[in-house]
């Protein structure tokens, strides 16, 4: 499915129109201890739950992140930052060398898998990670475990992972990928056979998957952390804002994706005054990122026009409180980033048209140039990249861009056919991962779907930053890590690959009939909900 402009536009509309109409939270009557829970999520269909499987979809990462468990957690609603903020989760606890270079887990005895597939072990931790660092199996933000050297079972209880990393249950096993799989079931069902049929240890387990709108969970009876206060839970995919809305207004679903458009939390506010909004801050890291290997934009004249046509602040302010314009790689609220103040006169790029269509004349474009591209239907892809696109207007840049279905764009991207590709990620405040997964050429982009989110081929069309970055990754010190890290960013600004626009909250609609249990304040774009229930 493809959209223009216009239509996009339209389709907006009728999102902000839908916040208007039909009955404020509908009757349901369900009597709260049967009541399914529900949550629609912004993508046409799921796309599989296995949590290494690359190209998933954000309503994927949702399920995924019921299913199964790390060996250690973050408190709901947060980001773990410092090394005291994680607390056991299949590990019951671990403990580093002085240098930070070998980290050793005890697994809880008798965690179960779901479905009778026995009970959690170092085998089950190995092959999880083995599978991440084997550079022959395709999994994903594969250039994130990196820096881990090895894994390895001490005891059937007892693992060990060597890497230097002051930050390590941050930086790599929280993360989604990281989650643990049983070996056993893996090995027996095969690839195919465990993407819709996964075997984790997490609250939920999987009862049904309809390929084409929706995943059905029943809480895990073994769950090591108690049981579910819900029984059952429902992911629901519906790619249209307006049906979602819809949905969400009339009881349809108790939670829905926010449409990160302007206007539209204002617009469900105005009909449904007692909507809970829960939002992370600072959300999603939204870069541009301009392929190197598609010509003109493999010259540094026209990727400095981009950077001096687009408007960042203009951007988030469109947004209003859920947005912060971006400088560098890294969020303004984190650790690592760079300021517009710090930076030398020639790396600020504050917005100048004039200069834009300067560089563009020098590159040999005095007329304009038209570059072809795609992105994503998504709210927030197609609200920023339409922005995006009227403001490189102004200075000669003319998007022929296509607005394209979600699960699509992210495949054809992930084939490499993306000459300007948004991305839209989520990252916890350890400085070293955007850059990892969008900069290191060893997560290059591959034709065969294959490759990782450096879409950009930097490091590999033009020298990038690999050198620093490995030093990075190996740094023990924070301080130290830090410097590095604001050396790439400024290289980055140099080279402009890759270019930060704003950092833009995730946002979940909640009925106030569903107490969730905590607060969100920070974390990625998807929580445990294994504490909700209808109240």
Not at 170 to 192: C, H, R, W
Not at 199 to 217: C, E, R
Not at 476 to 487: C, E, G, M, N, S
């Amino acid at each position: 499915m493809t959209l223009n402009r216009r239509d996009f536009l339209v389709a907006a509309g009728a999102a902000s129109a839908a916040a208007t109409l039909g009955a404020e939270f509908a009757t349901t009557p369900a009597l709260a201890q049967d009541h399914v829970l529900s949550i629609a999520l912004a993508a046409r269909a799921p796309g599989g739950l296995n949590p290494q499987q690359t190209g998933l979809t954000g309503g994927d990462n949702w399920a995924i992140s019921q299913i199964f468990d790390a060996l250690v957690r973050a408190d709901d609603g947060t980001f773990g930052i410092k090394p005291e903020d994680f607390k056991p989760a299949l590990a019951e606890s671990w403990e580093t060398s002085p240098d930070a270079k070998t980290w050793t887990y005890k697994l809880r005895k008798g965690v179960k898998f779901h479905k009778g597939y026995g009970e959690v072990s170092a085998d089950d931790v190995v092959f999880t990670y083995g599978r991440l660092l084997d550079p022959k199996t395709p999994t994903s933000s594969k250039a994130t475990y990196l820096n881990v050297d090895k894994v390895e079972a001490v005891d059937p209880l007892t693992v060990t992972l060597k890497l230097p990393d002051p930050l390590f249950n941050a930086a790599v096993v929280v993360t989604l990928p990281a989650n643990i799989m049983s070996k056993k079931a893996f090995t027996e069902k095969g690839e195919d056979g465990f993407k819709f049929d996964p075997i984790g240890t997490g609250a939920y387990q999987v009862t049904k998957v309809d390929p084409n709108a929706s995943v059905f969970l029943e809480a895990n009876p073994d769950y090591f952390q108690g049981p579910a206060a819900s029984k059952n839970l429902k992911i629901t995919f519906i790619a249209d804002t307006t049906a979602r809305t819809l949905a969400f207004l009339s009881g349809q679903v108790d939670m829905m994706e926010g449409a990160r458009t302007p206007g539209w939390i204002p617009g469900i506010k105005q009909r449904a005054p007692k909507t809970i909004f829960d939002a992370t801050k600072p959300g999603s890291f939204n870069h541009l990122m301009l392929n190197l290997t598609k010509k003109p934009l493999d010259d540094i004249r026209v990727r400095q026009a981009f950077r001096y046509a687009i408007d960042n602040a203009a951007i988030a302010k469109a947004y209003g409180d859920i947005a912060v314009p971006m400088v560098g790689m890294i969020a303004p609220q984190f650790e690592g980033s760079v300021k517009v103040e710090d930076l030398p006169p020639e790396l600020q790029y504050k917005p100048d048209v004039e200069k834009a269509k300067k560089l563009l004349a020098d590159a040999g474009f005095p007329n304009g140039l038209t570059i072809e591209c795609f992105t994503s239907q998504r709210e927030d892809y197609a609200a920023i990249m339409l922005m995006i696109q009227e403001q490189l207007r102004k200075a000669g840049i003319n998007l022929d861009m296509k607005i394209i279905d979600h699960a699509t764009f992210h495949n054809q991207t992930a084939k490499d056919l993306n000459a300007v590709a948004l991305n839209s990620s989520s990252y916890p405040p350890v400085p070293t991962q955007p850059l990892l997964d969008q900069l290191s050429s060893k997560s290059e982009v591959k034709a065969d779907g294959k490759g990782g989110t450096n879409y950009s081929h930097y490091g590999v069309a033009i020298p990038g930053v690999d050198d620093i970055l490995t030093q990075a990754v190996g740094e023990p010190d924070f301080d130290k890590r830090i410097a590095l890290v604001q050396q790439i960013e400024k290289k980055v600004l140099t080279d402009l690959p890759d270019m930060g626009i704003i950092t833009l909250s995730y946002v979940i609609a909640r009925s106030p009939r569903v107490d969730l249990g905590y607060d969100v304040k920070s974390g990625y774009a998807y929580w445990p909900l294994h504490r909700a229930k209808y109240v």
